[in-house]
Nanobody
């Protein structure tokens, strides 16, 4: 079974930065798109960013475009989410997940049902 483990969350002031990691085991990232999602208290889980299999393309929610960057380090079988210019509204539990379909040239974060093998999540709190 695919396994993903998130790390890197924490407390940061508005305007600050964090880098989240999503480490994969029992499979290679080459075959799967990886998505980052977040869920704030009382809200539905929403897509943040994704990177296609083999890192060919990325996609970001409008709310994070220009602030968040997603990348893959194949040597470490890890996907990173670099978050800059953080805002209080970015506060949430962040999850990563792998696409159900392999070898997709594009990725889409609109539908959480397209992803599986969810990690346990990492808390990000943006507050002064």
């Amino acid at each position: 079974q695919l396994q993903l483990v998130e790390s890197g969350g924490g407390l940061v002031q508005p305007g600050g930065s964090l880098r989240l990691s999503c480490a994969a085991s029992r499979f290679t990232l080459d075959y799967y798109a990886i998505g980052w999602f977040r869920q704030a208290p009382g809200k539905e889980r929403e897509g943040v960013s994704c990177i296609s299999s083999r890192g060919g393309s990325t996609n970001h929610a409008d709310s994070v475009k220009g602030r968040f960057t997603i990348s893959t380090d194949n040597t470490k079988n890890t996907v990173y989410l670099q978050m800059n210019s953080l805002k209080p509204e970015d506060t949430a539990i962040y999850y990563c997940a792998a696409s159900k379909i392999i070898l997709q040239a594009m990725c889409d974060i609109r539908y959480t049902a397209d992803f599986a093998s969810w990690g346990q999540g990492t808390q990000v709190t943006v507050s002064s």
